[in-house]
Nanobody, 124 residues
Framework: QVQLVESGGGLVQAGDSLRLSCAAS????????MGWFRQAPGKEREFVAA????????YYADSVKGRFTISRDNAKNTVYLQMNSLKPEDTAVYYC?????????????????WGQGTQVTVSS
């Protein structure tokens, strides 16, 4: 089992930055592909970004490409999401997720472990 705990959410203004963190515990973090998803009110959960175990491969949703950066520190069992140039449409609950299948996926159902989520609110 893997436990994921997100932190770093908050209320910011458009154009500001935030960094989300996700601390993992349990089975070997280094073998997991890590991802970030988000869910806005009334909408389905959507893929934001993912990173392989080595950090060598990352993948982003088009809506955040060039503004968000995913990274990981395997020594700290932590994955980060640096969010710059935030927009009101980025407002959502952000979830950390992990899969032990070895691949980067954008589909919610292919991730095996989930955190409880952290709220990000961007005001205009």
């Amino acid at each position: 089992q893997v436990q994921l705990v997100e932190s770093g959410g908050g209320l910011v203004q458009a154009g500001d930055s935030l960094r989300l963190s996700c601390a993992a515990s349990g089975r070997g973090f280094i073998s997991l592909v890590m991802g970030w998803f988000r869910q806005a009110p009334g909408k389905e959960r959507e893929f934001v970004a993912a990173i392989t175990w080595s950090g060598g491969t990352t993948y982003y949703a088009d809506s955040v490409k060039g503004r968000f950066t995913i990274s990981r520190d395997n020594a700290k069992n932590t994955v980060y999401l640096q969010m710059n140039s935030l927009k009101p449409e980025d407002t959502a609950v952000y979830y950390c997720a992990a899969n032990d299948k070895g691949g980067i996926y954008t589909t919610v159902s292919l991730y095996d472990y989930w955190g409880q989520g952290t709220q990000v609110t961007v005001s205009s």
